[in-house]
């Protein structure tokens, strides 16, 4: 592949890289199907080539029924995933009358570069983070959460709706989209399998199930299990290392598109420096974590590690100093709203009893 100068042909680079990403899904597909039928085949007991035998014979006449099975789930996400997304992360759409000022930013994006105007949706969460999704022109979104419009100045939630927006115009959405089905699905099983391994098949190493198991003592079956058990567990690793890796090569992208639609990379600094101060949203489901603009999860993994859904603000940040010429504030604090008593219907306390009754 030839290297990547500017903006332009670096989102080109990784838009390949990405689909090569995503079609390792395929092979990681046909990994947990052939774990599969070999689970299978060790209720057959007998010896290890029996058993490895037994197996290939299933994985020939099952993969098709893997891919119809694969097909389905993605029909249904198809025409579906916009309202599993709006479940899980609580967004719901909003008016121009609701939000106008915020609504309008989001136009004058939109007719500055010539696309369809996303919907816009708002999360009822005093974290600060926003999100992009969407397979087709006509469903992508925008969600904020309603942290976020209340604490970022207009420059600055204009940055965030950039960084979105360059989401969308690169398809990222849709890989991301695809890339948490793929992961779903092989999930899934794994979870399923790994767990309850020996419920489906009635087969454990103490009561062999058949004449030649009990001649041979079982070991074929026991070495098939072993196989196929880790076969589940590093095709679900890899699936959430590559949905991962897909988030973490975009936000950088999707930061200086930012810059190159705003023309102000000092807000998309200090709109990332405040986000990193209150990203978190408790009970945000795992998997959703690589949609937003910074992992919402309470208790963020390591800057380098591969676990982690995106690069560090730091890194980013540092990455905007560089090539964009923006001024880092450094790292702010912002205090986490206090709730408010909630006073209920009663007659007004005497003075001396203080505010709080």
């Known amino acids: 592949m030839l290297p990547a100068y500017g903006l332009y042909t670096h989102i080109r680079a990784n838009r390949i890289r990405s689909v090569s990403l995503l079609a390792s899904f395929i092979g990681l597909l046909l990994a947990v ?149 793929f992961a779903g699905i092989i999930a899934f099983a794994a979870d399923v399998f790994i767990r309850n391994w020996d419920f489906p098949f009635g087969w454990s190493p103490r009561r062999p199930s058949r004449d030649d198991d009990r001649r041979q003592g079982g070991g074929g079956a026991v070495i098939a299990i072993a196989v196929a058990l880790a076969v589940l567990a590093v095709s679900w690793g890899l699936s959430v290392l590559i949905r991962f890796a897909i988030s973490r090569k975009r936000e950088f992208l999707a930061d200086a598109g930012s810059v190159e639609l705003t023309k102000n990379p000092d807000a998309m600094i200090s709109a990332l420096r405040k986000i990193e101060a209150r990203a978190a949203i408790p ?9 937003f603009i910074e992992s919402p999860a309470i208790g963020r993994d390591g800057d380098s590690d591969w676990l982690s859904t995106h690069p560090s603000i730091a890194a980013r940040v540092d990455a905007l100093v560089r090539y964009a010429g923006g001024r880092d504030p450094g790292p702010v604090a912002i205090a986490a709203p206090t709730e408010e008593p909630v006073a209920t219907p009663r007659a007004p306390a005497p003075p001396r009893k203080g505010p709080w009754g």
């Open 33 to 181: 199907m052939y774990s599969l039928t070999l689970l299978a085949a060790a209720t057959g007991g007998g010896s290890t080539e029996r058993v490895f035998a037994r197996a290939g014979f299933y994985f020939a006449q099952s993969w098709p029924w893997a891919f119809v099975g694969a097909g389905a789930w993605f029909t249904v996400a198809y025409l579906f995933h916009q309202n599993m997304i709006d479940y899980a992360t609580g967004s719901r759409n909003v008016e121009r009358r609701e939000t106008p000022k915020l609504y309008a930013a989001l136009e004058n994006l939109c007719i500055s570069r010539g696309v369809p105007m996303p919907a816009l949706k708002i999360v009822d969460s005093d974290a600060l983070n926003a999100f992009a999704s969407g397979l087709r022109e006509s469903d992508y979104s925008i969600s904020v959460t309603r942290g976020l419009m209340e604490t970022l100045t207009p420059d600055e939630l204009e940055s965030v709706l950039g960084h979105e927006l360059t989401h969308i115009r690169n398809r990222d959405v849709q890989l991301m989209v695809i890339a948490t089905i």
């Open 283 to 291: 009970g945000m489901p795992s998997r959703m974590s690589a949609f």
